[in-house]
């Protein structure tokens, strides 16, 4: 009998310590994203994303990944303004500031803190880096690293041959035969819908970055995204009259991609030196020039 009036009292200890450890987990992880959420705002110095092979990123090559070029350069802006090598004025001109031969600690940064030393507007100084000589460097670098490799546009009309399989798939139940048809018209689908241009270890990296600081912010989101309940900007202190001067990427209908009309690109493509294809980028931001990165 006492037995048996010990059970209840056994499992309500059991009950209570299963909850404990249970809150004690989501604490923990808790901690990890408010953590990043707090040194994004304070500019905290950033942790270098790593590729399986253990080769570091730069927040360039991050931004590359994420959008395509246009955001790469806008993360380069973001690193000379974080490193005090530019500075922004308040009706959004980029001037260099000299601080002993430092121009920045990438081939696209030199070239881009070698633009400004006569003040030059917020979006130029984008679209140029964007297309520049450095930038295509950096994405036959990605592209040798199988990080990236030649996106597939996207076709059109690829649904209506995945609804033709799907079509034919249901009729194959009646008739068997049809699902030979089906099976054509959903591989003919899925081909015509593209691919990525970021490759499955591309992705991985990606998905393993945080916007730990204000630059790798800018990688992810761009200078018009928001990070923490904060935009990116305001981590920068630029006025929104600022950030708005990069327009927004728009989509085309044509080919299914992507390209940012900050760049004044009348083509897409996928190189580096006009906007890649197939973009999707896994952030709510306002990207700019160059789509091209981060896509399913």
């Known amino acids: 009998m006492a037995r048996r009036r010990a059970v209840p009292a056994v499992q309500a200890v059991v009950r209570a310590a299963v909850a404990a450890v249970a809150a004690v987990v989501r604490v923990a992880a808790a901690v990890p994203a408010a953590a990043a959420a707090v040194r994004a705002v304070e500019g905290e110095t950033m942790v270098t994303p790593m590729t399986a092979q253990g080769t570091q990123l730069s927040p360039v090559e991050v931004g590359y990944l994420s959008a395509g070029p246009g955001r790469a350069a806008e993360t380069a802006l973001a690193r000379l303004l974080d490193a005090g090598l530019v500075r922004v004025s308040r009706d959004g001109r980029v001037s260099a500031v000299h601080q002993h031969g430092h121009r920045g600690n990438t081939p696209v940064e030199a070239r881009m803190h070698k633009s400004v030393q006569t003040p030059v507007s917020f979006n130029k100084v984008v679209k140029t880096a964007a297309y520049s000589t450095e930038m295509q460097a950096l994405h036959r670098q990605l592209l040798n690293d199988n990080l990236m490799r030649k996106a597939r546009p996207r076709a059109q009309a690829w649904w209506v041959f995945l609804g033709a399989g799907v079509l034919l798939t249901v009729l194959g139940f009646l008739l068997p035969g049809f699902f030979i048809g089906a099976v054509a018209f959903?591989?003919?689908?899925?081909?015509?819908r593209g691919s990525s241009p970021v490759t499955r270890e591309g992705k991985a990296v990606l998905k393993n970055v945080t916007a730990s600081d204000r630059v790798l912010a800018v990688a992810l989101y761009g200078f018009?995204?928001?990070?923490?309940?904060?935009?990116?900007?305001?981590?920068?202190?630029?006025?929104?009259s600022v950030v708005k001067m990069i327009p927004l990427k728009r989509k085309k209908k044509s080919a299914g991609s992507s390209c940012g009309s900050g760049c004044g690109s009348s083509s897409c493509g996928s190189s580096s030196s006009s906007c890649s294809s197939s973009s999707g980028s896994s952030c709510s931001s306002g990207s700019s020039c160059g789509g091209g990165g981060g896509g399913s």
């Open 224 to 240: 018009a995204g928001n990070v923490a309940s904060q935009k990116v900007g305001d981590l920068f202190e630029l006025s929104q």
């Open 186 to 192: 959903l591989l003919i689908g899925f081909w015509a």
